[in-house]
T-cell receptor
Framework: GEDVEQSLFLSVREGDSSVINCTYT??????LYWYKQEPGAGLQLLTY?????DMKQDQRLTVLLNKKDKHLSLRIADTQTGDSAIYFC???????????FGRGTSLIVHP | GAGVSQSPSNKVTEKGKDVELRCDPI?????LYWYRQRLGQGLEFLIY????????KSGLPSDRFSAERTGESVSTLTIQRTQQEDSAVYLC??????????????FGQGTRLTVV
C-alpha cells in the first residue's frame, strides 16, 4: 500500500466540523504536516505537528496524532465555503529530508 | 521575491519535444524540491537539492528527466523526448534547510505541462 493514505473525498455542510484522516506507515516519522491546495494554486502549509506531541490547536484547526496507530487527523471547526480545497497529509521520516505526501482529500463544503 | 516562482505556468508541447521548467526559490532557502502531480494523484517526489551537496535524484522516473541547480539559486527541470504520460503539474518547493526542524516547504504555483 501507499506510505501515506487518505480518503479521497469529504463533503460537509457549512458550519459543521470537518475531520480529515490520514494514516502513515513509518514509525520513524518525525514531523507530520497538513497542506491545503486551492484550485490552480500551489500547496500552502496549514499546520504541522512534531511526533512527540499528540495534539495541536491553531484557531479553527485541531490536529490529533495517534502515534501508536500511526493515525493523523485534521479537524476544521465551523467549516466555511472558503475551506473547500484539497488537503494533503505529509510526513517527514527520521533521517530523511524529503516529505512524503498522500493523495489528498478533496473537501467540498455546501450551503 | 516573496515566494517560490515557477515558469512557465502552462506549457503545451508536442510529443517527442524537449521542455525546460524553471523554479526560482525563496532567497536564502538552501533546500529545493521538485514534485510531480498527475491528475487526481498525490505528489510524487522527483529530486532534492541541498546547498552544494550532490542532489538526491532517487525519484526521477527515467533518464529523460534531469535537473540542475546552481548554488542556492534557480533550478531547471528538463524533460527530453516528452511522452503523453509526462503530462502533469510540476511543483517546486524550497525550504530554509532540509536538515532537522520543522523545515516548512514553501511551494510555487506549479507548471502545468500538457503533452499532445
Amino acid at each position: 500500500g501507499e506510505d501515506v493514505e487518505q480518503s479521497l473525498f469529504l463533503s460537509v455542510r457549512e458550519g459543521d466540523s470537518s475531520v480529515i484522516n490520514c494514516t502513515y506507515t513509518d514509525s520513524s516519522s518525525t514531523y507530520l504536516y497538513w497542506y491545503k491546495q486551492e484550485p490552480g494554486a500551489g500547496l500552502q502549509l496549514l499546520t504541522y505537528i512534531f511526533s512527540n506531541m499528540d495534539m495541536k490547536q491553531d484557531q479553527r484547526l485541531t490536529v490529533l496524532l495517534n502515534k501508536k496507530d500511526k493515525h493523523l487527523s485534521l479537524r476544521i471547526a465551523d467549516t466555511q465555503t472558503g475551506d473547500s480545497a484539497i488537503y494533503f497529509c505529509a510526513e517527514k521520516r527520521g533521517g530523511s529530508y524529503i516529505p512524503t505526501f498522500g493523495r489528498g482529500t478533496s473537501l467540498i463544503v455546501h450551503p | 521575491g516573496a515566494g517560490v516562482s515557477q515558469s512557465p505556468s502552462n506549457k503545451v508541447t508536442e510529443k517527442g519535444k524537449d521542455v525546460e521548467l524553471r523554479c526560482d526559490p525563496i532567497s536564502g532557502h538552501t533546500a529545493l524540491y521538485w514534485y510531480r502531480q498527475r491528475l487526481g494523484q498525490g505528489l510524487e517526489f522527483l529530486i532534492y537539492f541541498q546547498g552544494n551537496s550532490a542532489p538526491d535524484k532517487s525519484g526521477l522516473p527515467s533518464d529523460r528527466f534531469s535537473a540542475e541547480r546552481t548554488g542556492e539559486s534557480v533550478s531547471t527541470l528538463t524533460i527530453q523526448r516528452t511522452q503523453q504520460e509526462d503530462s502533469a503539474v510540476y511543483l517546486c518547493a524550497s525550504s530554509y534547510s532540509g536538515t532537522g526542524g520543522s523545515t516548512e516547504a514553501f511551494f510555487g504555483q506549479g507548471t502545468r505541462l500538457t503533452v499532445v
